[in-house]
């Protein structure tokens, strides 16, 4: 159980340190790779405490505790911003700890392209079948999501449909 616990851990790590260098690659602002950093650093520990804490025999965690303690994060990162941001999520389903580790950074990044305009960002995540879809929203333009290669490679990692529009995105995946 131990080396399975230690494997996953240095598999979040090295993913995390592979969108880092992409970032730098890109040259990403060095102030927003600390953001992205940060919040994605602290929303691995959640995953992985909720992991620990699952009764679900295969470690799946449940997304409205994933998305109550993804807002906490970003409150409290973000909290010198003038942003808020609402979780909408209200149905809570199972979902296996790899694909929500690349739903975090999806909404890491959503959040990250948005946060410096926005001042209200509203994220979520709903069952459909077998499908989830995330829906995320903010009062500020979300025109360049699809041309955002650091985005469309997370959406790649799930699978994912996305829709666009002008200041939202529905992202529709597999279970």
Same mark, same amino acid.
């Given at each position: 159980?131990? +080396?399975?616990?230690?494997? +996953?851990?240095?598999?979040?790590?090295?993913?995390?340190?592979?969108?880092?260098?992409?970032?730098?690659?890109?040259?990403?602002?060095?102030?927003?790779?600390?953001?992205? /950093?940060?919040? /994605?650093?602290?929303?691995? /520990?959640?995953?992985?405490?909720?992991?620990?804490?699952?009764?679900?025999?295969?470690?799946?965690?449940?997304?409205?505790?994933?998305? &109550?303690?993804?807002? &906490?994060?970003?409150?409290?990162?973000?909290? +010198?911003?003038?942003?808020?941001?609402?979780?909408?999520?209200?149905?809570?389903?199972?979902?296996?700890? &790899?694909?929500?580790?690349?739903?975090?950074?999806?909404?890491?990044?959503?959040? $990250?392209? /948005?946060?410096?305009?926005?001042?209200?960002?509203?994220? @979520?995540?709903?069952?459909?079948?077998?499908? $989830?879809?995330?829906?995320?929203?903010?009062? $500020?333009?979300? $025109? @360049?999501?699809?041309?955002?290669?650091?985005?469309?490679?997370?959406?790649?990692?799930?699978?994912?449909?996305?829709?666009?529009?002008?200041?939202?995105?529905?992202?529709?995946?597999?279970?």
């Amino acid at each position: 159980m131990l +080396r399975e616990y230690n494997h +996953r851990i240095n598999n979040d790590l090295q993913a995390l340190l592979a969108f880092i260098k992409l970032k730098r690659r890109f040259g990403v602002d060095n102030d927003e790779i600390l953001n992205f /950093s940060c919040v /994605s650093i602290s929303s691995v /520990s959640a995953i992985q405490n909720m992991m620990y804490d699952s009764d679900d025999d295969e470690s799946r965690i449940g997304t409205a505790g994933f998305f &109550k303690n993804l807002k &906490k994060i970003l409150d409290d990162h973000y909290a +010198r911003s003038n942003v808020q941001f609402i979780n909408e999520t209200t149905e809570d389903f199972l979902m296996n700890p &790899k694909k929500m580790f690349h739903i975090m950074f999806l909404v890491n990044e959503m959040v $990250a392209m /948005s946060v410096d305009e926005a001042t209200k960002i509203t994220f @979520g995540i709903e069952k459909d079948g077998d499908d $989830a879809i995330i829906n995320y929203s903010c009062d $500020a333009s979300m $025109a @360049g999501c699809g041309e955002n290669i650091f985005f469309e490679q997370m959406i790649k990692q799930i699978d994912a449909i996305p829709e666009y529009g002008d200041s939202s995105v529905s992202i529709k995946f597999s279970i």
